[in-house]
């Protein structure tokens, strides 16, 4: 019950960091430290091992670097870069491929939407 509700967090969190995006074009702060801190009293409870919460973390902070080097470039906002790293946290390695193309296709139909 409890692991349920904590990775319930994400999902919601991210629907709440898109609806506030799309219509105030930011995302708050406190969305990516909530993303960030909801994922290990979840990790730990859905079983993973120190290990495995390592890897994530590890895997957080290269896509953390990554975007940050995208925002000073101006291709991200800096919210979408903290949200970005916040829920690799949560998508690990294995899973990134399939979040990052859903991503996409996601704001591709957002943009197809705003320019009609």
């Known amino acids: 019950m409890i692991t349920s509700l904590l990775c319930l967090a994400f999902p ?6 898109a609806w506030h995006d799309v219509s105030t074009m ?3 702060n406190w969305v990516s430290v909530a993303l960030a801190a909801t994922f290990i009293p979840a990790a730990l ?5 120190l290990e495995q919460i390592g890897m994530h973390l590890v895997f957080g902070a290269a896509v953390l670097a990554a975007c940050a080097g995208l925002f000073y470039l101006n291709v991200f906002g800096g919210g979408d870069a903290k949200v970005i790293a916040a829920a690799s946290l949560w998508t690990g390695l294995g899973a990134s491929a399939p979040f990052v193309m859903g991503m996409a296709i996601a704001g591709g139909a957002l943009a197809a939407v705003l320019i009609v």
Do not use: H
């Open 12 to 17: 919601l969190l991210l629907i709440y960091a």
């Open 45 to 49: 409870t859905a079983g993973l091992s």
């Open 26 to 28: 930011t995302i708050p």
